[in-house]
C-alpha cells in the first residue's frame, strides 16, 4: 500500500472513531447532567464481578456499590469496542441494555454516524471479507469522582486496539472516559458520557521482527483477563 493511501485510510477510520467511540475511546461528548453525589474514595479499588446476570450477551449484575458501578463501565467499554458492533441491529441491542431509556435515542443518534463510516470503510470492509479484525477496549484504571446508590460518576482512561490483518495497520487510541450511571431495574445504566482523546503515553518499543500486523495474530490467539475478585 502507498504510503499516502495508507495514511488517507487511518485517517478515515481515525474520524469515524471521533463518531462512533461510544466508551472505550470514548469520543462521543454526551450532555452530562450535574450531581450532588459526594465523593467514596474508600471504596476505590478492585472493581466487583458480575453475578451472571446478562442483557443482549452483556454482564449486567454488578453489586449497587462504587466499585460494581466501576466494573460496569469497564464490561460495557469492552461491549462497544467489538466488530459485531459494525451490525445495526447489534449496536441498538447493546445500547438499548446498557443505556437508560431516556438516554439510549440519543446515545445511539450520536453513534450511528460513525458506525456506518466504519462500516463503509476499511475496517468493516475487512470484517465483511473475513480478514482478521482487531477492535477492542481495554480499560487501565478507574476513579470513582461521585457515588450514590442511584447514581455513580466514574472516570476511566484507556485505550481502544483497531487494525486488521491487511488494509489498516493496528493502532491504539488513548482516551479519558466520564461515564454518569444511573441504577435502574436492579442495575447500573448508562445515563450520559463525555470524553475525548489521551493523554497518550510516548510509544517505548519499536515494532518487532514480525512486523506490526503480527498484533492482530497474537491477540486473536489470547484471553483477556477478568477483573480480579
Not at 19 to 30: A, F, N, P, S
Not at 64 to 73: E, F, M, N, R, W
Not at 81 to 92: Q, T
Amino acid at each position: 500500500m502507498r504510503p499516502r493511501e495508507k495514511g488517507r485510510r487511518r485517517l478515515i477510520v481515525t474520524r469515524a472513531l471521533v463518531l462512533l467511540g461510544v466508551l472505550g475511546v470514548g469520543l462521543v461528548i454526551g450532555r452530562t447532567g450535574s450531581t450532588t453525589a459526594h465523593k467514596k474514595p474508600s471504596e476505590a479499588g478492585v472493581p466487583q464481578r458480575p453475578s451472571g446476570r446478562t442483557r443482549a450477551g452483556i454482564p449486567v449484575g454488578f453489586a449497587d456499590t462504587a466499585k460494581g458501578a466501576a466494573a460496569a463501565v469497564a464490561a460495557y467499554q469492552r461491549a462497544f469496542a467489538s466488530p459485531s458492533i459494525l451490525r445495526p441491529s447489534v449496536m441498538r441491542e447493546r445500547i438499548e441494555a446498557v443505556a437508560t431509556p431516556d438516554y439510549a435515542p440519543q446515545m445511539l443518534a450520536a453513534n450511528t454516524p460513525g458506525r456506518e463510516r466504519i462500516a463503509a470503510g476499511p475496517i468493516g470492509i475487512g470484517v465483511g471479507a473475513g480478514l482478521q479484525t482487531l477492535y477492542a477496549a481495554v480499560p487501565i484504571g478507574y476513579e470513582v469522582e461521585a457515588f450514590t446508590p442511584s447514581r455513580a460518576q466514574i472516570l476511566t482512561w484507556g485505550f481502544t486496539l483497531l487494525g486488521n490483518s491487511s488494509a489498516v495497520e493496528p493502532v491504539a487510541y488513548f482516551g479519558l472516559t466520564h461515564t454518569e450511571l444511573s441504577w435502574v431495574d436492579g442495575t447500573w445504566r448508562i445515563a450520559a458520557t463525555r470524553a475525548g482523546f489521551g493523554p497518550t503515553p510516548r510509544l517505548a518499543t519499536d515494532p518487532g521482527p514480525l512486523g506490526p500486523y503480527d498484533v492482530v495474530g497474537l491477540a486473536a490467539r489470547l484471553t483477556s483477563y477478568e477483573p480480579a475478585a
